[in-house]
């Protein structure tokens, strides 16, 4: 029986760290973006200074800059990681699935059944990651090159946040959240969470996309 070699856990850390690429690098900024957005949203709900829920909406565009670089940087340096999939899709989790709705609870969609497609919203995203992770290799062609996404990608949420600053641009959010509110058996909705059950379900869908 061979001894078994001891390895130093400083030198594992180390070791995954100089693993790590640019296009990771950019990646993780996608991350940091995400995560902020929902660190600003919160300390918006706790001051009630707009100054942070401007600065949640407007990390999650910088997010989407990142996810974008990432994937061309590595194509240009012919350079990637291991790691590099499994972080892009932990960051686009954070970025654009709990990070706008997120935003969405703290701008005022906080009724039970606004809570609701929030959550599903964010399970979404989460099961587009993963059918895409799971069928990447049986979507690509010869060339290993995914040509199209079944269901809209996750980074398209942006959208929905675009939409957020235009209605806070026209004081349309909190007391005065665009569209009013609905009450369906006694659970209070605001129509405007309507668009995150849409988004939701356009990322599940199978419609095809074509990658650019």
């Excluded at 980074?155 to 665009?178: K, R, Y």
């Amino acid at each position: 029986m061979q001894p078994t070699e001891t390895v130093n856990p400083k030198r594992r850390r180390f070791s995954m760290i100089r693993s790590f690429v640019l296009a990771d690098v950019l990646t993780l900024g996608n991350g940091f973006c995400g995560s902020g957005s929902v660190l600003a949203g919160m300390q918006f709900l706790v001051t009630g200074d707009a100054r942070w829920i401007v600065l949640a909406m407007a990390l999650l565009p910088v997010a989407l800059v990142f996810d974008f670089a990432d994937g061309r940087v590595a194509r240009w340096r012919h350079r990637s990681s291991m790691l590099g999939a499994d972080l892009d899709s932990l960051a686009d989790v954070i970025s654009f699935g709990l990070a706008p709705a997120a935003l969405g609870f703290a701008v005022g969609l906080r009724g039970t059944l606004d809570v609701a497609i929030l959550l599903y919203f964010v399970a979404c995203g989460i099961s587009r990651l993963a059918r895409f992770n799971a069928t990447a290799d049986a979507l690509a062609d010869e060339s290993g090159k995914v040509k199209y996404f079944e269901g809209t990608p996750i980074p398209t949420s942006v959208a929905i946040v675009g939409l957020l600053a235009g209605l806070h641009s026209q004081d349309l959010l909190g007391p005065n959240l665009w569209l009013g509110t609905w009450t369906i058996a006694g659970l209070g909705l605001h129509p405007l969470a309507i668009i995150y059950a849409l988004s939701g379900s356009a990322m599940i869908s199978t419609i095809r996309v074509p990658k650019i």
